[in-house]
């Protein structure tokens, strides 16, 4: 099964909550025309309780605007195409994800929520504007934590170095792994996974593509393939 995901909404999404903040000043006035004072203070509330909401809507549609988000379920691939750039990974290569949403007490901001996915090199966000988080994970079926939060403002948790290198570290052991499993299989099987490399982990095709160039420039590896 294959569902595509993109923003829902439009620019306007940004500048909404601004009509929150020219009614209530022209109600306080209508309520209390003789009360300039009221209509400050108001106002200065109104404010207060709108910027957030503006930060967040902000934060949220500049992450999504240029990003789709392909799920194919029946394979087992994600591919999110990002501006100009396309990220392809296994539904079973995520190492994390979290599900960001607001405390089940709290009433403002209820409607902000996203999901932080990580793979071993890289962490997607995908917010509500998209996709419901809890739709998505349906779709996905893969573990998640909770994270419940006051302000939900977009994290990424960039890896740092040493995670990146812990990384590293594991890709290679992988592929190392694999360069044994790939030395009995023919050239066309290689190809095969090569071609195919959305159905297989990163350091499983980066195995198959080095066992399949190190025969073709060793000519003994080559006459046994």
């Known amino acids: 099964m294959k569902q595509k995901y993109r923003i829902r909404y439009g620019k306007t999404i940004l500048f909404k909550p601004l009509l929150f903040l020219l009614i209530m000043p022209i109600l306080s006035w209508l309520l209390w025309p003789d009360k300039p ?3 400050v203070i108001v106002a200065t509330l109104a404010l207060a309780y709108i910027l957030p909401i503006l930060y967040l809507n ?3 549609w500049r992450n999504d605007v240029d990003q789709i988000v392909a799920v194919d379920t029946s394979q087992g691939v994600v591919k ?17 994800c979290d599900f960001v949403n607001v405390r089940p007490f709290q009433k403002i901001h209820r409607e902000y929520a996203y999901l932080r996915i990580k793979t071993a090199n890289e962490t997607f966000i995908i917010t509500h504007l998209t996709v419901k988080p809890e739709e998505l994970l ?3 079926g893969i573990p998640y934590e909770d994270i419940e939060v006051f302000f939900p403002s977009l994290n990424y948790e960039r890896l740092s170095p040493k995670q990146k290198e812990k990384n590293q570290a594991y890709f290679e052991r992988k592929k190392r792994e694999f360069l044994d499993r790939y030395s009995g299989f023919q050239s066309i099987e ?3 996974i090569i071609k195919n490399r959305g159905q297989y982990a990163d350091y ?5 593509y080095e066992t399949l160039s190190n025969r073709r420039i060793n000519p003994v590896n080559k006459a046994q393939a």
């Open 58 to 60: 902000y934060q949220y």
């Open 204 to 208: 499983a095709v980066a195995a198959a």
């Open 190 to 192: 290689l190809e095969d």
């Open 37 to 39: 004072d009221s209509i």
């Open 138 to 140: 349906g779709q996905l």
């Open 80 to 96: 999110i195409m990002k501006g100009t750039q396309t990220f392809q990974f296994l539904i079973d290569d995520v190492v994390a």
